[in-house]
């Protein structure tokens, strides 16, 4: 891969959501409300912004109803907007209680919510809080709402497309410290050994909390059912890499970190529109990906290196198993679309 990146098509006409449901979380802003305002032009009937904030919420989806191409193409749109905090537990449990009430049908969850912090914080949960919202909140949201996708994938009327999970993950990754850990040399539990503040790195826990998103991808892919049988059928899972892009997402670092961020950003960013077309790519585009795929630049593209050695191997199945464990201590409900 060069310097510049390789530029993003537009997403292809054929693409119709007409009768899809689509929930966004981090849609207020950024990459997520620009991926929902391109959801909307291809004719998704319901989508459900998930937001911290509410009052901004309700400005972002007063927003996209008033684009002229969305009042042309998809006047009829149910745009809802609802609250779900990544930094808690509840939250997340709320907000996926709320969607299994209120929702019949799921065809894509689109989990783009995250953040990037360069000092040590501790969670309600007592998780670092990085690796809580990024990774945690959204694998607990992901195994609540599988029945529901599950659900929806078995319905005659939505076989055209198997309804996808999608996580946005990043090419930092790469750059992630398992390969340089002894962890894996000995039997600590992975969750607790990266809430411990001893064993924080300001530097590589945005790429590890990347790298357990992807991890947990490829293992989620192997447990979410099948099209041979009378029981769950299949969900898609993904993880999708949108490149550099023309967002605030590294406005929380210190200035020494932003300043060479944000040069990068003006020598090479995708707009906030390319970049968002990638998402949207990996949650409609899925018969090209495959199953627990990593996109970047709109192909299936390789993990990190110690992905694939024996070591990185058990580490990803050890990751499932505990997070799995974590989300039915949380809530119960998290382990009964699993199969």
Request: glycine fraction near 8%.
């Amino acid at each position: 891969m060069g310097f510049f990146q390789n530029p993003i098509p537009p997403t292809s006409q054929a693409t119709d959501l007409t009768g899809q449901t689509i929930i966004v979380t981090g849609a207020s802003a950024g990459l997520g409300y620009e991926a929902s305002l391109q959801f909307l032009r291809l004719k998704a009937s319901t989508l459900i912004l998930a937001v911290r904030n509410i009052e901004k919420g309700k400005g972002a989806r007063d927003a996209m109803l008033a684009d002229s191409e969305v009042k042309c193409l998809n006047p009829k749109a149910d745009v809802r907007v609802m609250r779900l905090d990544l930094v808690d537990f509840q939250s997340v449990c709320e907000f996926a209680g709320h969607v299994l009430e209120e929702v019949q049908d799921l065809h894509v969850l689109l989990l783009n919510a995250g953040i990037n912090l360069a000092h040590f914080e501790k969670s309600p949960a007592g998780h670092e809080m990085l690796m809580q919202v990024n990774y945690l909140s959204n694998a607990l949201l992901s195994l609540l709402l599988l029945p529901l996708l599950q659900k929806t994938s078995k319905s005659s009327r939505t076989r055209l497309q198997t309804p996808t999970i999608t996580f946005v993950g990043s090419l930092a990754q790469a750059f992630n410290s398992l390969s340089r850990s002894n962890l894996h040399h000995h039997s600590s539990r992975i969750l607790p050994y990266f809430s411990d503040p001893a064993r924080y790195s300001r530097f590589s826990r945005y790429p590890d909390s990347k790298f357990f998103v992807a991890l947990f991808v490829r293992e989620m892919a192997k447990h979410v059912g099948n099209d041979d049988g009378d029981g769950p059928v299949a969900v898609t899972v993904n993880n999708v890499c949108p490149g550099t892009c023309d967002t605030k997402a590294d406005d929380n670092l210190p200035f020494y970190l932003r300043i060479p961020m944000n040069m990068n950003r003006r020598l090479r960013a995708r707009s906030v529109q390319e970049g968002a077309r990638t998402l949207v790519f990996a949650a409609t585009g899925v018969g090209m990906a495959g199953n627990g795929a990593y996109l970047a630049d709109n192909v299936v593209s390789p993990l990190a290196p110690y992905a694939y050695t024996d070591a990185g191997i058990v580490f990803g199945q050890k990751l499932w198993k505990e997070t799995v464990e974590m989300a039915v201590e949380v809530d119960r409900r998290a382990g009964d679309g699993i199969v």
